[in-house]
């Protein structure tokens, strides 16, 4: 048979001479591995009845996972075709998963391999820390660049203390700098660490700014240059920021409840955004979580709160995690758990035990685990009808699977998955993961850029046009070129109102083609095309045209953007390939893009704030790359043109504002240090 060529690609390669190009690394922290799916015997990315015909075909004799050995016993047997069943009709997501460290990796400072393994912390220049135990040792550990490090373990010597640590809590991260409690033989503190020098930040020996010492303390939170940690003194408890080596109390338990009767009597996960507080606080018979902005203490939201979507007031709230102006966190209303998002004032379910699981053919979810927000979006541990545990992310209104218990990583079975409230990092989401053979890991997820959630026939606009597709595949099975928006397989009411939810909204979408989610489509991609095509799988396998199937409809979108780049692709939080300067996510690039940036200057920050660069800092690297995007420098993807595009100002103009502002930037600092 002739093979196919393509026209558009220059002097006409044939489809076959690029069948051997290997492909290009994806982005993501830690090594790249190997993903596959459970019940899948033929390689194809789906679970399916050719694979049952496989497993039935070789039942009970011996083979590998290409004869239905799913288990890795090296036998086809009943355990193998009750995992293909579980997991029947899954497919592989839109994600590379990378590797950072597992229950075979060498211990940093103390030799043996680590023998369990926390969910890590990371910080928005992709740096990790996490609780790790070896055998004979158990300490906080930090990951930056491929290389381990020991921040501290049950052999260091206590900073400002005597004798050794002999216990830890959870770390914090940020700007590479870790934060965490511990617990030595006559002492407790908190401490950090950065540079490679470990410090005592307070501990019992330290003066309270109301008097007295500290008789014992919380595990403290980092966020960009901000410090925030619990410590008590007897049945006195306070939340504290640190600025430097002074200690300031910022709520207490004689802090009277706004909105509510008495005072706090337990304050839980403070966090700091360098301005305002952020906390879950309790008093009797009382809950809620708070905002502490100069000397006011509001209630963002409490017991007499009402439950999105229904009448119900919320009887508990737990697992506080915190974005800039934006939080999340898990809540029990009514004998229902949900994870619910908070920005600004807008009360936002994420999934609750009404909610289809992504992904899955019909389940709902039963239970929940730690959620972590980062910019507007929520990434959360959820479980199904069947305990499956699984990770998924709230993206613009629209719910996507992470991974779940389907998933092969390493060829290994997941048993369960974690993760901390500090677990995304732009378009990762770092998570640890337990297999069934005992052994666990830590992982990052690197997600390829979804498209707009509603817009269905991907011109980068949710309007009637896909309103026509949902209607006309109401109640039938489906991928999303069908108008399937949440991946449960079939177009329903659920499909609807996601894109009731966003009519209207346009966005650029991601640049079809781009398997490997390196922003542009080349040699690389088609080569992935190619190893997948005919098989089942995702757009890192090459379904462009969600389907759910590699075919020649996604080679014809790799035919007519072969050549062309896009802008990087999403912050976690848009759920579609940002404009590069785009801060407030408006779909333009304008003033008030650079009056962003600009107020940001010279502090740490996400791409929300005016890091366009993505290496955590807003700086002038950031400000040059505006400037070229507000000239139409950046190129996005040529088929969806940028709705409202500015025309850009004279360079002198920008120049001049941004030579005041850092003016302006000096004069605060010298006003600061006085």
């Given amino acids: 048979m002739r093979a196919a060529t393509i026209s558009k690609l220059a002097g006409a390669v044939a489809l076959s001479s690029f069948a051997g190009l290997a492909q290009a690394t994806p982005q993501v922290l830690g090594t790249v591995v190997p993903v596959g799916m459970v019940g899948d015997a033929n390689g194809d990315g789906i679970a399916n009845a050719l694979d049952l015909s496989i497993v039935q075909q070789n039942m009970n004799t011996s083979g590998g996972r290409a004869q239905g050995d799913f288990d890795g016993n090296g036998i086809v047997n009943s355990n193998d075709l009750t995992l293909l069943n579980n997991n029947f009709e899954r497919r592989l997501p839109s994600a590379y998963f990378g590797k950072v460290a597992d229950t075979a990796t060498t211990v940093p400072g103390a030799g043996g391999t ?154 839980d996960n403070p966090i700091s955004d360098g301005s305002n507080y952020f906390f879950v606080g309790h008093g009797i018979g009382q809950f809620g979580i708070y905002k502490k902005s100069g000397s006011a203490v509001t209630a963002l939201l409490d017991k007499n709160t009402t439950v999105p979507g229904t009448a119900a007031k919320f009887t508990s709230i737990a697992n506080l995690s915190q974005d800039g102006p934006n939080v999340s966190f898990t809540g029990v209303f009514a004998g229902t758990s949900g994870v619910f998002g908070l920005t600004g004032s807008d009360l936002q379910k994420v999934a609750d035990t009404t909610t289809m699981v992504p992904g899955d053919q019909g389940s709902h979810f039963t239970n929940f685990g730690v959620s972590s927000i980062g910019g507007p979006s929520v990434a959360f541990v959820g479980y199904d009808e069947k305990s499956r545990p699984g990770i998924y992310a709230w993206i613009g209104g629209e719910l996507n699977r992470v991974i779940d218990s389907s998933v092969t990583l390493g060829g290994k079975i997941i048993s369960d998955l974690d993760l901390s409230r500090s677990a995304v990092n732009g378009n990762r989401v770092t998570f640890q993961a337990r297999f069934t053979d005992g052994s666990s890991a830590l992982f990052s997820a690197s997600l390829l850029a979804s498209r707009v959630p509603g817009d269905v026939n991907n011109d980068g606009v949710v309007n009637s046009a896909d309103f026509a597709i949902v209607q006309k595949n109401l109640g039938l099975s489906g991928g999303r070129a069908s108008g399937d928006l949440n991946g449960d397989g079939v177009v329903d009411f659920h499909d609807y109102q996601i894109l009731e939810r966003t009519f209207g909204k346009t966005g650029v979408a991601p640049l079809l083609g781009d398997a490997d989610g390196d922003r542009k489509v080349d040699a690389a991609d088609l080569a992935i095309l190619l190893s997948n095509l005919g098989k089942y799988g995702s757009i890192a396998q090459g379904d462009f045209n969600g389907n759910g199937r590699i075919d020649f409809g996604d080679y014809q979108a790799v035919e007519a953007a072969f050549g062309k780049s896009a802008a990087a692709y999403m912050p976690f939080g848009s759920g579609i390939i940002p404009l590069q300067g785009d801060t407030n996510g408006d779909g333009r690039i ?46 996005l993807s040529a088929d969806v043109p940028l709705p409202g595009a500015v025309l850009a100002p004279e360079p002198t103009g920008v120049l001049a504002l941004f030579a005041g502002a850092m003016l302006l930037g000096r004069r605060r600092g010298r006003g600061a240090a006085r």
């Fill in 114 to 267: 680590f023998v369990r393994l926390n969910a890590p912390v990371v910080d928005r220049a992709g740096n990790l820390g996490f609780l790790g135990i070896g055998q004979g040792n158990y300490g906080i550990y930090g990951w930056s660049g491929g290389v381990l490090t020991r921040v501290a373990d049950n052999n260091t010597p206590v900073p400002s203390g005597t004798g050794n640590f002999v216990n830890f809590g959870q770390p914090s991260i940020a700007g590479g700098r870790l934060a965490f409690q511990a617990v030595g033989t006559s002492q407790e503190g908190i401490y950090s660490y950065a540079a490679g020098s470990l410090t005592k930040v307070v501990n019992k020996l330290t003066a309270r700014p109301e008097g007295g010492v500290f008789t014992s303390f919380g595990d403290p939170t980092l966020q960009d240059s901000a410090f925030a940690f619990v410590g008590s003194a007897g049945d006195n408890m306070s939340a504290y920021t640190l600025n430097g080596s002074v200690v300031t109390p910022v709520v207490n338990t004689s802090t009277p409840i706004p909105g509510g009767t008495g005072t706090f009597t337990a304050i």
């Fill in 590 to 635: 304008d003033a008030s893009d650079l009056s962003n940036l600009l107020a940001n200057l010279g502090n740490y920050g996400s791409p929300w704030q005016g890091d366009v660069n993505g290496d955590g800092k807003v700086d002038f690297k950031d400000f040059q790359l505006f400037e070229l995007a507000y000239s139409g420098a950046v190129g």
